[in-house]
């Protein structure tokens, strides 16, 4: 079975002109790795082996994957079953030529990606060149989305760490208030239904501050009505960084942890406080008890590892928490912890007020 090949006028396609310009030949390199950042099923293939055709300056390029479908660009041989050539490379993993058609397997982290085909006058070592650019363009696709899938389940992570202790306790402080004041028992039921909401449904990959103040407003008064006295709290943000932008799921994971590790171990309680102000063009977040606090080598490590039993201390929040804000921001944005053993802990979030791609 022979391949369609795109056609053009008469004579088939003209061979492109050999890039020899150092600067031209780099910028479609780029262009080409830019466009197989989906892989070879992606949306921007045909433009790939356009790329690929001006580099090699041959009269036609085809890219496959694994289903063996080929995205031409320029013409193929009529006389030359190239779809037979490029099963037989998925099949055996080799290069294989027939008369003028070369086709190369593609191999990403020791496994077959697919084949690309060059029909013409393409030197083999050009081709292989060629392949390596594309094999790199693969593996920094599927590392690209292998981050995106582990932001995704550390978000889903996040969603799924509400205590099970809190539920139990809220919900027998709303049942105990049903007759002595309904009032307050319907709005407690409330608070719980919105922090449920927020805390399991699908949101986006980022809210607002006012979002998060909301989440945080709605959490601590659940626990106030928990503990009672025991927990005081004082949350202030300024108007100005209300609107800024921020991963979701952020700022609600370091007050549970100040209220379960830092208040609720000290038999007189405490106090916790939520800061949020400009400085600058950075979003300043702070969230600070006066509970039991921990030895500083301790949190370094939570932060670094999640530690030996940090899902027990609050690290696997937070170690999930500076994660992803170094992934959206760079190295510079984590959190910031100071603490000391019987001291109470103070966690920093710095963010960018305005950050490209960062929509809520």
């Known amino acids: 079975m022979s391949v369609p090949a795109q056609q053009g006028p008469v004579g088939g396609f003209a061979r492109p002109r050999r890039l020899r310009d150092p600067a031209a030949i780099l910028q479609t390199a780029r262009h080409i790795a830019d466009d197989l950042v989906d892989g070879l099923g992606g949306p921007r293939v045909r433009s790939a082996a356009r790329g690929i055709r001006r580099l090699l300056a041959c009269e036609g390029v085809a890219l496959s994957g694994l289903s063996g479908e080929l995205t031409v660009a320029g013409t193929l041989p009529r006389d030359v079953d190239v779809a037979a050539i490029v099963d037989e490379v998925l099949h055996t993993?080799?290069?294989?030529?027939?008369?003028?058609?070369?086709?190369?397997?593609?191999?990403?982290?020791?496994?077959?990606?697919?084949?690309?085909?060059?029909?013409?006058?393409a030197r083999v070592?050009?081709?292989?060149?060629?392949?390596?650019?594309?094999?790199?363009?693969?593996?920094?696709?599927?590392?690209?989305?292998?981050?995106?899938?582990?932001?995704?389940?550390?978000?889903?992570?996040?969603?799924?760490?509400?205590?099970?202790?809190?539920?139990?306790?809220?919900?027998?402080?709303?049942?105990?208030?049903?007759?002595?004041?309904?009032?307050?028992?319907?709005?407690?039921?409330?608070?719980?239904?919105?922090?449920?909401?927020y805390s399991l449904a699908g949101h986006g990959e980022y809210t607002t501050v006012a979002d998060e103040f909301h989440a945080i407003e709605t959490y601590l008064a659940l626990q106030r009505a928990v503990l009672g006295d025991r927990l005081k709290m004082q949350v202030r943000v300024a108007p100005e960084v209300l609107a800024v932008a921020i991963p979701y799921l952020v700022l609600q994971p370091l007050v549970e942890n100040a209220v379960r590790h830092g208040i609720e171990r000290r038999t007189g309680g405490g106090t916790v406080q939520v800061l949020g102000e400009a400085e600058g063009s950075d979003c300043v977040i702070s969230v600070e008890d006066d509970g039991a606090g921990m030895d500083p080598g301790d949190a370094e490590r939570l932060l670094a590892e999640g530690g030996a039993g940090a899902r027990d201390t609050g690290g696997m929040g937070l170690a999930n928490v500076d994660r992803r804000l170094r992934n959206v921001y760079g190295p510079w944005f984590g959190l910031v912890v100071e603490t000391a053993e019987g001291a109470g802990t103070r966690v920093v979030v710095r963010v960018p007020r305005f950050q490209p791609g960062v929509v809520p």
């Not at 027939?98 to 006058?121: C, F, K, S, Y």
């Open 93 to 121: 993993e080799h290069r294989r030529r027939r008369a003028e058609v070369i086709a190369e397997p593609l191999v990403v982290h020791d496994e077959l990606a697919g084949v690309l085909v060059a029909a013409g006058t």
């Open 125 to 197: 070592s050009a081709l292989r060149e060629v392949a390596g650019v594309l094999v790199a363009a693969l593996e920094r696709g599927r590392l690209e989305a292998s981050a995106e899938e582990a932001s995704e389940a550390e978000l889903r992570a996040l969603r799924a760490e509400i205590s099970p202790h809190f539920v139990y306790n809220a919900l027998t402080v709303v049942a105990g208030l049903v007759r002595p004041d309904p009032a307050r028992s319907r709005e407690l039921l409330l608070d719980f239904a919105d922090y449920i909401r």
